[in-house]
């Protein structure tokens, strides 16, 4: 026994003992940190094994530089700094976790007066007792060294050597990178969430993934300059149209209230799922009545236009009238660097809207909890706010209708106008959140059980939504709102479509681009309570074109902003459809890369005669200038230069998103009985209880039962 902590002790008198030390020390802090402090959502084996693995190929990496210094005081100390800066990096995010429930990025460290100031004189009260574990090792290795129980080695270590093992952990490093890969697809190029690359890579590859992006950001922002916004002007000086005088104004005043249909796509509208035993079942009966009512201006040929920000990309669209990025979400890649002049910021200025979102996930998904900030919202109601357990949750977050229920307590606190959004999930793949039989709802029979669950999850979200609005209308708030209901993308893939096929009457044999690109359709609705003459438009549009919409519905005029879309009821809409990918929808064509295609009769054209040609070539340039306009106004931050449109620049430090019901309440005893919240409408009362909820026992006579599963794609 004696012997054999003789043998431990002497191998820390040699340079790689200490190195294996500092790592295993290291390690072992991370894993408490991952296991106490930070709340990552780890939901299988396989995701605690990558947590397992992932401190050790970074740690390894970084303190292998101190074993290529020759001289051994140099090199000890050399190690020994870089273990204390990786100590410190990690601590750091630990407290500042404990505030924001986010990492720290290389801005927030280069703005670290800000982050002081942020924190005020709550600081302290962020520390725990256990957080000596995170520091204890620091005053215990300079009492091993002053006791010699750890000498100098003055042994060098061979450049062979040190070069293995630096080699070894990028080998590592490169395992645990294809293991996270392999459970989170497309991890690195569509950055779902700071959490995601922490839980899967390590805070020190989090930092330096974060530098990396924050330096190209800069490049870009940096070469920059206000010369380079004549051309974006000019180009929508010549692209906005004129708003339709009989629409403009008919929601003046009115509330907005954003509900977003998580991957709906416009084919659902109306569908009937026949099972097996040949009776049809309707899908969606809540939304095909709004679909159709008289009260709705609905469209049928509007596309989204999201690349690898999904969702994200989906909210870029429809609060700025730009694009997202063509590599990588715009909202975790530039969401809290840019100036944006988007829809809060406009609403709030010119008519005196009260901006919030609401979503029952995690704040720092998709970066939201900055990105925010920036686009001018005054409130964000992320899961903190929302009571979500394993009963009434999956991996994306609240299920819609303890959503919607739950969001009330908050809504009715809100002054009106406001502008909302309140963004569901439950209808997100992979589907399975209903098993057979528990769903109320039949599952489509064919070989995929992505598909199968679809219509299920759909019909779930439809009867959330209907009992959302039956809240509006017992509330008081229908009559005095504007609903605005969209699809964010596609919910079935085009590597699925053809499983598909046979539910949509088409041949899987015969299934093509063409028909992958007709897919893309998602439901937009404006629906007005109080307007008789809604009608079903059939004008194509994408995402893009939604806020100039909605402004000039609400009587604000959008040509004094820089916004690349075209107002949808205008006749003079140019009725071109960009895809983020380069692909073109019209009236007349679908344009896919180098082949286009006659929409009359689906067949591409083979040898289209000379006006097709330029046709076909004037659409493409007219798409390939949109997206070009968008990507030099984003990466070039070019709004920070744009005075025309007079708003106050937003200021991001001004927003917390937290003691928000504190602050609503503070404000409704501020104005008495100026308040304009339907709380205050009630005589004080709330309308909680005005919200009835069906379970799908009630609905159809069986259990309402929400399975949590795992699932492969994001938002």
Do not use: C
């Not at 901006?355 to 939201?368: E, K, L």
């Amino acid at each position: 026994m004696k012997l054999n902590k003789k043998l431990n002790l002497n191998k820390l008198q040699t340079r790689i003992g200490y190195f294996v030390l500092l790592i295993v020390l290291l390690w072992a802090k991370t894993m408490f940190a991952y296991l106490v402090d930070f709340h990552l959502g780890i939901e299988s084996l396989f995701q605690y094994f990558i947590l397992f693995i992932n401190p050790f190929a970074t740690a390894t990496l970084l303190l292998s530089i101190g074993l290529y210094v020759k001289n051994p005081k140099r090199a000890y100390w050399t190690t020994t700094l870089i273990y204390i800066a990786m100590s410190i990096l990690l601590f750091s995010n630990v407290v500042y976790y404990r505030e924001f429930t986010d990492f720290i990025t290389i801005n927030t460290m280069l703005g670290a007066g800000k982050v002081a100031s942020g924190l005020g004189e709550s600081a302290l009260r962020l520390f725990r007792p256990y957080d000596l574990l995170y520091l204890i090792d620091f005053p215990i290795l300079g009492v091993l060294f002053w006791k010699k129980k750890i000498n100098v080695d003055e042994q060098p270590i061979r450049f062979r050597l040190a070069f293995a093992i630096t080699s070894l952990s990028v080998l590592m490093f490169s395992i645990n990178l294809s293991l996270a890969e392999a459970d989170r697809p497309q991890l690195l190029k569509r950055t779902f969430s700071k959490d995601y690359i922490v839980k899967y890579l390590g805070i020190n590859a989090f930092t330096a993934y974060d530098g990396l992006q924050t330096y190209q950001a800069n490049q870009n922002r940096a070469q920059a300059s206000e010369n380079d916004l004549v051309s974006i002007e000019e180009y929508v000086s010549h692209h906005q149209t004129p708003p339709n005088e009989k629409m403009f104004g008919v929601a003046k005043g009115k509330n907005v209230i954003y509900v977003h249909l998580e991957s709906l796509q416009q084919f659902m509208i109306g569908y009937h799922l026949v099972d097996e035993n040949g009776v049809s079942h309707e899908v969606t009966p809540f939304l095909n009545s709004l679909f159709n009512d008289q009260a709705t201006y609905s469209f049928d040929n509007v596309f989204h236009q999201v690349k690898a920000g999904k969702t994200s990309d989906a909210e870029t669209l429809l609060e700025n009238s730009f694009f997202g990025l063509d590599q990588g979400p715009l909202f975790t890649q530039l969401g809290n660097k840019n100036t944006f002049q988007a829809a809060p910021a406009i609403l709030g200025q010119e008519a005196g809207y009260t901006s919030a979102v609401f979503h029952g996930n995690a704040g720092t998904f998709w970066n939201r909890n900055e990105t925010y900030k920036h686009l001018g919202y005054d409130y964000f109601f992320d899961g903190s706010y929302y009571d979500v357990n394993e009963d009434n949750s999956f991996q994306y977050g609240l299920h819609d209708k303890p959503f919607f229920q739950q969001s009330t307590q908050y809504l009715e606190h809100l002054q009106q106008p406001f502008y909302t959004k309140f963004i569901a999930v439950s209808n997100h793949y992979p589907y399975s959140e209903f098993k057979d039989g528990d769903a109320g709802f039949p599952m489509a029979n064919t070989k995929d059980t992505t598909i199968n669950g679809y219509f299920a999850t759909a019909n779930y979200l439809d009867k959330a939504v209907e009992e959302f609005f039956n809240y509006l209308k017992a509330s008081g708030l229908y009559e005095n709102s504007m609903i605005v209901l969209y699809g964010d993308h596609y919910g079935i893939s085009d590597s699925r479509n053809i499983e598909l096929a046979e539910l949509l009457d088409k041949s899987p044999s015969l299934w093509g681009p063409y028909d992958n690109a007709q897919l893309q359709r998602v439901p937009l609705m404006f629906h007005i309570p109080g307007q008789t003459d809604g009608f079903v438009n059939h004008t194509f549009g994408g995402q893009v074109d939604v806020l100039p919409t909605l402004l000039h519905l609400l009587g604000i005029d959008s040509n004094k902003y820089l916004m690349l879309g075209q107002d949808l009821f205008s006749p003079e809409n140019s009725q071109i459809v960009t895809f983020r990918n380069g692909d073109i929808m019209t009236p007349e064509y679908t344009i896919i890369g180098d082949n286009a295609y006659l929409n009359k009769t689906g067949q591409m054209i083979l040898e289209p005669t000379e006006e097709q040609t330029a046709q076909i070539e004037q659409i493409r340039e007219a798409g390939q200038q949109q997206l070009q306009t968008s990507d030099a106004l984003t990466n070039g931050d070019l709004l920070r230069y744009y005075t025309n449109s007079n708003l106050e620049p937003v200021k991001p430090d001004s927003y917390n998103y937290k003691n928000q019901v504190e602050r609503l309440e503070k404000i409704e005893k501020e104005k008495g009985k100026n308040s304009t919240s339907v709380y205050s409408q009630h005589n004080n009362q709330s309308t909680v209880d005005l919200y009835e909820s069906k379970t799908y026992q009630e609905y159809f006579g069986k259990p309402d039962v929400a399975s949590e599963e795992t699932a492969a794609d994001s938002e």
